[in-house]
């Protein structure tokens, strides 16, 4: 695996590429990589002949107090994980490479609906930075193919409605999400999570299955369910960001139409923020 931090470097290594008749695949990460970042590697391998990551913590996704400075960083762990999953070229720009004129003074990419709500709620300009990170990434790379985890599935959203409406020549892919064995969906920042507070972890999951099985079951009083969930979410250890019912197709408010659902939620266990979401197909 070739590992590089110059633009012009990896757009040669790229044309090589090309020039040899290899498709292209890119998966984005922040890096700290877990078995959820290395099951987009071996699905890129199995789509493409030349698999390109990236490594970058995106400055412009973090709000001003969230963990920009303490975010895991594990770059050689990292670079050993890559290679032994059949990664091709990794790519580590730093933030001079990105944002050559500062953050404050870099055009924004911003995709209006499915950005609101939910993460997007939360967190005021997250997906503004994504968006745009995503966007010069894909530029950069120019691959024929990007593939994202499922667990981020607003982003996803983001993402794919970017590509669509700019008519970016990508197809995007999402990875199911990848659980650890009580249930736990793998994020970086379950490292975050003392002993105590990775026991109880797998709650949210849990709860959130039991509410799945109830809206199965014909149960449509969703205030009540809601409110029903928060009350078991917090006798965990939690604290709800929130939890929906949204149209899996469209991420639009779920409407008695709809039959692919998905139920998305977020919570607090301690400091440390964790999403998850189930798909219901009704």
Known sequence: MKTLNNLQQLRDTIAE???????????????????????????AVERADCVVASIFVNPLQFGANEDLDSYPRTLEADQSKLQEAGCNLLFIPDAQTIYPHGMEQHTLVSVPGVSTGLCGGSRPGHFDGVATVVCKLLNMVQPD???????????LAVIRKMVADLNIPVQVFGVPIVRDHDGLALSSRNGYLSAPQR?????????MQTLKAKIITGDR???????????????????????ELRDALTLEKAD??????????????????????????L
């Open 17 to 43: 590429a090309r020039q040899a008749g290899q498709s292209i695949a890119l998966v984005p990460t922040m890096g700290n990589l877990h078995a959820g970042h290395i099951a987009l590697i071996k699905q």
């Open 145 to 155: 193919i990007a593939l994202f985890g499922e667990k981020d599935f607003q982003q």
């Open 199 to 207: 026991a109880n972890a797998p709650a949210l999951h849990q709860c």
């Open 221 to 243: 009083d969703y205030p009540a369910l809601f409110a029903q969930f928060n009350s078991e979410l917090n006798a965990a250890g939690f604290r709800l960001d929130y939890i």
């Open 256 to 281: 008695l139409a709809s039959t692919q659902l998905i139920l998305l939620a977020a919570a607090y266990l301690g400091s440390t923020r964790l999403i998850d979401n189930l798909i219901i197909d």
